[in-house]
């Protein structure tokens, strides 16, 4: 499905993308699920105005079954008179954006996707306000209240359990896991390569192993009752695809930030992270949320 | 590989991957026997599926008349009717309310009854509808929503003629705009019908007791999944062990509650069926029906119909006055099992008429409301 992605986004055919959906396949996006080809089409159509006509300046596919994550990083060829003004570097780095298919190969059935709005806002030059005006009302969605804590029950998803893992892989990604779900953070050093390059959402270059850990540290200090529950995982070759979310208290109330991490491993180390939230989308939906505020 | 397996069970369509047209025009030879229903019908999956779009989409509202009995006792949650007048004045006025309303057949779950008794069908559909009429619920809002519904049918020589009809109206409120409450003052106003409350009140009494639903069919049903099922009822429902839900679901299954309740994963699913009993915590449940069918070469697909009773205990502070009155739900749920275990839940109730039958029960004194 990246040709069909990729003519949908940067070209603007929109034919193509329907030919690939069912009647009944979902969309999920900016915390909004969207059925129909009414509100469907308008999902390119609103890409496109936002960012305008993109080059691709990185791609990438993981496969397994019937599950397909594609992630293009994309840079908008902007006017010369809509250049953003600020020097900042962000400006000058592609927008990540991610696709999660559930797909036979022929169509689709559902999408879980994630576009760093942020940096979308950043590139194309629009406030934060003005980029989520453009986006969906969040869907009503309840966050269950619940016990966060296992209590030696066992019922934790790892990515050793949810992925049907084993030896060395197993063993690399549960680490990775532990640094998310519990701030294990000293495990940063043993599975990150030196030289690996970090994405983070709200970070203004691609981080290092000790911007990962500030991240991380800074996350937990402003949250209480954090509980990270892995939705799906695959893996292919080299590269790990984890659709994941965290819930946690902010200032007494309940948030969810849904991510999606793409790791690629070398020599049994991570040399690649992009891990991608939306978070205007984020801004939307929890007004009173200041986890991803500068 | 399992007993209790009907003629052609896996060879019936199978909706998932397959698209509107290919839907609306199946090839192939017949799959079931279908006594008594028209010849372009393959099986009951099609016979569903296509009678729906062609009232529903198409807006041919008089095929109602063709495809439901002169008398289908239909139950919602807020109401009874048994007349075909009724099912066609419904369709219109929420075609009315809702012009655009599509109906998204997500699957249909299907028991074969018996010669004599046709086929039962648990069909549940996502609906994508924008309020652009006055509607049950009040006046326009302009505003487009997502809703859920469950219709499970007995299907008889190619009519319907009994339904079970579960929506998530709270959750399509809350996209409206709508507050639940108020709207359930409102729906509170109209009086129950008669034969509503007698059906209610017996059904009260039926799940307070502990019996079985009368209707019962002695076509077999896997028993495997039967007995998940009943496991599922017993463990979240009646014998509130929580700490058992992880011998039922996996790790990172997600179930689809009503008012838009969603939950990945163990610790949120056991959160949710707390915080649903902590609103009646003598809740008893009764599993009313179950149909099993297989999904794709993956699993296999539960559809559960069940009831629950028990005495109300408000959570919000505006339906305080109403703790200790009788609590009913009737609700359906389906439920993917892969390798043994729940994927995927979709569990469908109106969350809106209950409050309502509450409110209805207070100010009209309407029989026996207290446990």
């Given at each position: 499905?990246?040709?069909?992605?990729?003519?949908?986004?940067?070209?603007?055919?929109?034919?193509?993308?329907?030919?690939?959906?069912?009647?009944?396949?979902?969309?999920?996006?900016?915390?909004?699920?969207m059925?129909?080809?009414d509100?469907?089409?308008?999902?390119?159509?609103?890409?496109?105005?936002?960012?305008?006509?993109?080059?691709?300046?990185?791609?990438?596919?993981?496969?397994?079954?019937?599950?397909?994550?594609?992630?293009?990083?994309?840079?908008?060829?902007?006017?010369?008179?809509?250049?953003?003004?600020?020097?900042?570097?962000?400006?000058?780095?592609s927008?990540?954006?991610?696709?999660?298919?559930?797909?036979?190969?022929?169509?689709?059935?559902?999408?879980?996707?994630?576009?760093?709005?942020?940096?979308?806002?950043?590139?194309?030059?629009?406030?934060?306000?003005?980029?989520?005006?453009?986006?969906?009302?969040?869907?009503?969605?309840?966050?269950?209240?619940?016990?966060?804590?296992?209590?030696?029950?066992?019922?934790?998803?790892?990515?050793?359990?949810?992925?049907?893992?084993?030896?060395?892989?197993?063993?690399?990604?549960?680490?990775?896991?532990?640094?998310?779900?519990?701030?294990?953070?000293?495990?940063?050093?043993?599975?990150y390569?030196?030289?690996?390059?970090?994405?983070?959402?709200?970070?203004?270059?691609?981080?290092?192993?000790?911007?990962?850990?500030?991240?991380?540290?800074?996350?937990?200090?402003?949250?209480?009752?954090?509980?990270?529950?892995?939705?799906?995982?695959?893996?292919?070759?080299?590269?790990?695809?984890?659709?994941?979310?965290?819930?946690?208290?902010?200032?007494?109330?309940?948030?969810r930030?849904?991510?999606?991490?793409?790791?690629?491993?070398?020599?049994?180390?991570?040399?690649?992270?992009?891990?991608?939230?939306?978070?205007?989308?984020?801004?939307?939906?929890?007004?009173?949320?200041?986890?991803?505020?500068? | 590989?399992?007993?209790?397996?009907?003629?052609c069970?896996?060879?019936?369509?199978?909706?998932?991957?397959?698209?509107?047209?290919?839907?609306?025009?199946p090839?192939g030879?017949?799959?079931?026997?279908?006594?008594?229903?028209?010849?372009?019908?393959?099986?009951?999956?099609?016979?569903?599926?296509?009678?729906?779009?062609?009232?529903w989409?198409q807006?041919?509202?008089?095929?109602?008349?063709?495809?439901?009995?002169?008398?289908?006792?239909?139950?919602?949650?807020?109401?009874?009717?048994?007349?075909?007048?009724?099912?066609?004045?419904?369709?219109?006025?929420?075609?009315?309310?809702?012009?655009?309303?599509?109906?998204?057949?997500e699957n249909?779950?299907w028991?074969?009854?018996?010669?004599?008794?046709?086929?039962?069908?648990?069909h549940?559909?996502?609906?994508?509808?924008?309020?652009?009429?006055?509607?049950?619920?009040?006046?326009?809002?302009?505003?487009?929503?997502?809703?859920?519904?469950?219709?499970?049918?007995?299907?008889?020589?190619?009519?319907?003629?009994?339904e079970?009809?579960?929506?998530?109206?709270?959750?399509?409120?809350?996209?409206?705009?709508?507050?639940?409450?108020?709207?359930?003052?409102?729906?509170?106003?109209?009086?129950?019908?008669?034969?509503?409350?007698?059906?209610?009140?017996?059904?009260?009494?039926?799940?307070?007791?502990?019996?079985?639903?009368?209707?019962?069919?002695?076509?077999?049903v896997?028993?495997?999944?039967?007995?998940?099922?009943?496991?599922?009822?017993?463990?979240c429902?009646?014998?509130?062990?929580?700490?058992?839900?992880?011998?039922?679901?996996?790790?990172?299954?997600?179930?689809?509650?009503?008012?838009?309740?969603?939950?990945?994963?163990?610790?949120?699913i056991?959160?949710?069926?707390?915080?649903?009993?902590?609103?009646?915590?003598?809740?008893?449940?009764?599993?009313?029906?179950?149909?099993?069918?297989?999904?794709?070469?993956?699993?296999?697909?539960?559809?559960?119909?069940?009831?629950?009773?028990?005495?109300?205990?408000?959570?919000?502070?505006?339906?305080?006055?109403?703790?200790?009155?009788?609590?009913?739900?009737?609700?359906?749920?389906?439920?993917?099992?892969?390798?043994?275990?729940?994927?995927?839940?979709?569990?469908?109730?109106?969350?809106v008429?209950?409050?309502?039958?509450?409110?209805?029960?207070?100010?009209?004194?309407s029989?026996?409301?207290?446990?």
């Amino acid at each position: 499905m990246l040709t069909t992605l990729t003519k949908a986004f940067i070209q603007g055919d929109w034919a193509e993308l329907q030919s690939k959906l069912l009647h009944s396949t979902s969309w999920t996006q900016h915390h909004a699920t969207m059925y129909g080809t009414d509100q469907l089409r308008r999902i390119p159509i609103a890409w496109l105005k936002l960012a305008g006509k993109c080059s691709i300046e990185h791609s990438l596919v993981i496969n397994q079954g019937q599950q397909q994550v594609i992630q293009f990083d994309l840079t908008p060829q902007l006017p010369q008179s809509s250049q953003p003004t600020q020097s900042s570097q962000a400006n000058h780095q592609s927008i990540p954006y991610i696709f999660w298919l559930e797909t036979n190969g022929k169509v689709i059935k559902s999408v879980d996707a994630i576009l760093d709005t942020r940096q979308l806002a950043l590139a194309t030059n629009h406030t934060p306000a003005e980029l989520a005006q453009n986006l969906p009302q969040p869907d009503p969605l309840v966050l269950p209240a619940y016990d966060q804590q296992d209590h030696l029950q066992g019922d934790l998803a790892t990515p050793e359990n949810i992925g049907g893992l084993t030896g060395d892989l197993a063993h690399l990604l549960n680490t990775w896991w532990r640094i998310w779900s519990i701030g294990q953070l000293s495990e940063i050093t043993a599975i990150y390569a030196e030289n690996a390059t970090i994405s983070l959402p709200a970070a203004d270059s691609k981080d290092s192993r000790l911007s990962l850990f500030h991240y991380i540290s800074n996350q937990y200090s402003a949250l209480t009752r954090i509980f990270c529950q892995i939705e799906k995982l695959i893996s292919d070759t080299n590269q790990v695809a984890i659709k994941w979310h965290l819930d946690a208290d902010e200032q007494g109330s309940g948030i969810r930030v849904p991510f999606i991490t793409i790791l690629t491993i070398e020599d049994g180390k991570i040399i690649a992270d992009n891990t991608c939230c939306d978070i205007i989308a984020h801004g939307k939906r929890f007004t009173n949320s200041k986890l991803f505020t500068d | 590989m399992y007993q209790d397996k009907p003629e052609c069970w896996d060879k019936v369509t199978q909706v998932y991957w397959k698209n509107l047209p290919e839907l609306l025009t199946p090839k192939g030879p017949k799959i079931q026997k279908l006594p008594g229903f028209d010849d372009e019908f393959i099986d009951i999956v099609d016979y569903i599926i296509r009678i729906t779009h062609k009232i529903w989409e198409q807006k041919n509202i008089g095929y109602c008349h063709d495809y439901y009995g002169d008398i289908c006792p239909v139950h919602t949650l807020s109401s009874y009717s048994d007349d075909i007048s009724t099912v066609v004045n419904n369709t219109l006025q929420t075609l009315a309310a809702f012009p655009d309303r599509t109906l998204i057949g997500e699957n249909v779950i299907w028991r074969d009854l018996g010669a004599t008794a046709g086929y039962y069908s648990s069909h549940r559909i996502t609906s994508i509808m924008t309020n652009t009429g006055p509607s049950e619920f009040g006046e326009v809002t302009g505003k487009t929503g997502r809703v859920t519904t469950i219709a499970d049918c007995i299907c008889y020589e190619n009519k319907i003629i009994y339904e079970w009809l579960m929506r998530d109206n709270s959750f399509l409120l809350k996209q409206l705009g709508l507050d639940i409450i108020d709207t359930a003052h409102q729906m509170a106003n109209a009086p129950a019908s008669s034969q509503f409350l007698t059906w209610r009140a017996a059904e009260i009494t039926r799940i307070k007791a502990k019996q079985p639903s009368q209707q019962q069919w002695p076509t077999p049903v896997n028993s495997e999944l039967t007995h998940l099922a009943n496991r599922w009822i017993a463990t979240c429902f009646n014998d509130k062990n929580y700490g058992l839900i992880n011998q039922l679901y996996h790790l990172n299954a997600k179930i689809q509650w009503p008012g838009g309740v969603e939950g990945i994963g163990i610790p949120a699913i056991r959160g949710i069926f707390i915080q649903c009993l902590a609103q009646c915590p003598n809740a008893y449940v009764t599993a009313d029906h179950i149909a099993v069918v297989p999904f794709e070469d993956k699993g296999f697909d539960i559809a559960i119909r069940w009831c629950l009773a028990g005495t109300f205990i408000a959570k919000d502070p505006r339906l305080e006055v109403y703790s200790g009155q009788i609590y009913f739900l009737l609700a359906a749920t389906h439920l993917r099992v892969i390798d043994g275990k729940i994927m995927n839940e979709w569990t469908v109730f109106d969350e809106v008429a209950a409050y309502a039958n509450l409110i209805r029960d207070f100010n009209y004194g309407s029989g026996d409301i207290t446990c």
